[in-house]
């Protein structure tokens, strides 16, 4: 397999974030202490620990994990691989029962993993706190378990529901305030949109990935709150309330901690890391543009080059543009253009697209050589778009001379459009 280090970047057409103090107002949702909180510096303990010093700290709402034992019992634990070793120092050997699981959390345990039984003594006695469930197998087994044995909870249990499907059913079940969490769900942001709209949700969660393609703001202008995980620096915090989103789960930024930072004035956007990343790739996409449009050998020109009858296409079709311009249909979800040979081959070469697409999704580029003239996983690069424009750049670098590309763009049905490619080498 010829050997290939490639470099991708992905153009930010703007940087929507205001450097100037940022003012956010008091947030309706309330903010979530991701697995019970942190506790002496250790995370997703699922302990009755982490979660009597979290309240201490003005945590309302936990989520708790979830997980079956081999006796068909729900124990407070993240999963029987990772976190079974990290809680009990012994090696993973698939789920045990709820007697060796409560043995381990006796002789083995830094601290008190709850089980189902104790978690709901535990909201006995702080009647104004909220669970949130976060159940990654047997979801709905899980929900009806739990609120027949403790209907008196359901109004203070809010399930977290992986796709849209589950939601009738869990709403079948007695409860009224509904989470759906994106971490499982596959769909692009036009696909989270229209799925909404036939839920009645309390929020939707997202991980920071989807945040960053503005699917917050989305969700405000039709009225859905919308929460991000797992967020623990208020600089962070400022910054996706800037896109949009409600709220966060997090292990340690309770509100007192925030209103300490707030008062001393210390952090404001510009000290996020995501937004120091994103400022970041934004300057560098600068340089490899310039470094790109200073290569001497044009091999390709979408605007000097391009006809339908140069080039192969699968599960797409051609629309009416102007010259430099391509729009095209996708009618399928895996649509590609393959351009034709390049008459100069180069061991080295680099391609510029600016590409407008209707979801976020995926950008593939395949490429052939001299001696390996078919498209293959092994030679193919993928990068992360977001809905709207995105300016691509890519080098590649083979070992054999590189004769064509493929360009795959992206993997949702809908209008695309092209507005440069261009492949140059020195």
Same mark, same amino acid.
């Given at each position: 397999?010829?050997?290939?280090?490639?470099?991708?970047?992905?153009?930010? #057409?703007?940087?929507?974030?205001?450097?100037?103090?940022?003012?956010?107002?008091?947030?309706?949702?309330?903010? %979530?202490?991701?697995?019970?909180?942190?506790?002496? /510096?250790?995370?997703?303990? +699922?302990?009755?620990? $982490?979660?009597?010093?979290?309240?201490?700290?003005?945590?309302?709402?936990?989520?708790?994990?979830?997980?079956?034992?081999?006796?068909?019992?729900?124990?407070?634990?993240?999963?029987?691989?990772?976190?079974?070793?990290? *809680?009990?120092? #012994?090696?993973?050997?698939?789920?045990?029962?709820?007697?060796?699981?409560?043995?381990?959390?006796?002789?083995?345990?830094?601290?008190?993993?709850?089980?189902?039984?104790?978690?709901?003594?535990?909201?006995?006695?702080?009647?104004?706190?909220?669970?949130?469930?976060? #159940?990654?197998?047997? +979801?709905?087994? $899980?929900?009806?378990?739990?609120?027949?044995?403790?209907?008196?909870?359901?109004?203070?249990?809010?399930?977290? %529901?992986?796709?849209?499907?589950?939601?009738?059913?869990?709403?079948?079940?007695?409860?009224?305030?509904?989470?759906?969490?994106?971490?499982?769900?596959?769909?692009?942001?036009?696909?989270?949109?229209?799925?909404?709209?036939?839920?009645?949700?309390?929020?939707?969660?997202?991980?920071?990935?989807?945040?960053?393609?503005?699917?917050?703001?989305?969700?405000?202008?039709?009225?859905?709150?919308?929460?991000?995980?797992?967020?623990?620096?208020?600089?962070?915090?400022?910054?996706?309330?800037?896109?949009?989103?409600?709220?966060?789960?997090?292990?340690?930024?309770?509100?007192?901690?925030?209103?300490?930072?707030?008062?001393?004035?210390?952090?404001?956007?510009?000290?996020?890391?995501?937004?120091?990343?994103?400022?970041?790739?934004?300057?560098?996409?600068?340089?490899?543009?310039?470094?790109?449009? +200073?290569? *001497?050998?044009?091999?390709? *020109?979408?605007?000097?080059?391009?006809?339908?009858? *140069?080039?192969?296409? +699968?599960?797409?079709? &051609?629309?009416?543009?102007?010259?430099?311009?391509?729009?095209?249909?996708?009618?399928?979800?895996?649509?590609? %253009?393959?351009?034709?040979? &390049?008459?100069?081959?180069?061991?080295?070469?680099?391609?510029?697209?600016?590409?407008?697409?209707?979801?976020?999704?995926?950008?593939?580029?395949?490429?052939?050589?001299?001696?390996?003239?078919?498209?293959?996983?092994?030679?193919?690069?993928?990068?992360?778009?977001?809905?709207?424009? /995105?300016?691509?750049?890519?080098?590649?670098?083979?070992?054999?001379?590189?004769?064509?590309?493929?360009?795959?763009?992206?993997?949702?049905?809908?209008?695309?459009?092209?507005?440069?490619?261009?492949?140059?080498?020195?």
């Amino acid at each position: 397999m010829i050997a290939a280090k490639n470099r991708i970047l992905v153009g930010l #057409v703007s940087i929507s974030v205001s450097l100037s103090a940022f003012s956010q107002a008091p947030s309706s949702l309330p903010r %979530i202490a991701h697995a019970g909180g942190q506790i002496e /510096n250790e995370t997703y303990t +699922n302990s009755l620990e $982490a979660l009597n010093a979290n309240f201490e700290e003005g945590f309302r709402v936990f989520e708790i994990d979830f997980s079956w034992t081999t006796d068909t019992q729900l124990v407070c634990l993240h999963d029987w691989d990772q976190s079974f070793e990290r *809680s009990f120092q #012994v090696a993973p050997r698939g789920a045990v029962s709820l007697q060796e699981f409560q043995q381990l959390v006796d002789l083995r345990s830094k601290f008190t993993k709850c089980d189902l039984a104790s978690l709901m003594h535990w909201l006995s006695e702080h009647p104004d706190a909220l669970l949130v469930t976060d #159940v990654k197998e047997g +979801n709905l087994e $899980a929900l009806s378990h739990i609120g027949a044995n403790f209907p008196q909870f359901l109004s203070r249990i809010i399930p977290q %529901i992986y796709q849209p499907s589950e939601y009738s059913a869990v709403r079948d079940l007695g409860f009224d305030r509904i989470i759906w969490t994106l971490y499982m769900y596959s769909g692009g942001s036009l696909a989270v949109l229209d799925a909404v709209q036939t839920m009645d949700l309390w929020a939707i969660t997202m991980d920071t990935t989807r945040a960053e393609q503005n699917l917050g703001q989305d969700l405000s202008e039709i009225d859905v709150p919308s929460y991000v995980h797992t967020i623990n620096d208020f600089a962070d915090s400022l910054y996706f309330k800037s896109l949009g989103i409600n709220e966060i789960y997090t292990d340690s930024l309770s509100l007192q901690r925030e209103r300490t930072t707030i008062a001393r004035g210390e952090v404001n956007i510009a000290d996020s890391k995501f937004y120091q990343a994103k400022l970041s790739k934004s300057e560098e996409l600068v340089q490899e543009l310039n470094g790109f449009f +200073n290569k *001497s050998v044009l091999h390709y *020109s979408l605007e000097n080059d391009f006809s339908q009858a *140069s080039v192969s296409i +699968n599960q797409l079709s &051609f629309q009416v543009s102007p010259l430099g311009l391509l729009v095209f249909a996708a009618t399928g979800n895996d649509p590609y %253009i393959a351009f034709p040979m &390049f008459s100069a081959p180069r061991t080295e070469i680099e391609l510029y697209v600016r590409l407008t697409v209707p979801d976020s999704s995926s950008v593939e580029v395949f490429y052939a050589t001299q001696s390996q003239p078919n498209f293959t996983a092994s030679r193919r690069e993928l990068v992360q778009v977001a809905r709207g424009q /995105n300016e691509i750049v890519i080098r590649i670098n083979a070992e054999d001379p590189i004769t064509q590309i493929r360009l795959d763009p992206g993997t949702v049905l809908g209008e695309y459009s092209i507005e440069r490619l261009e492949v140059r080498s020195d």
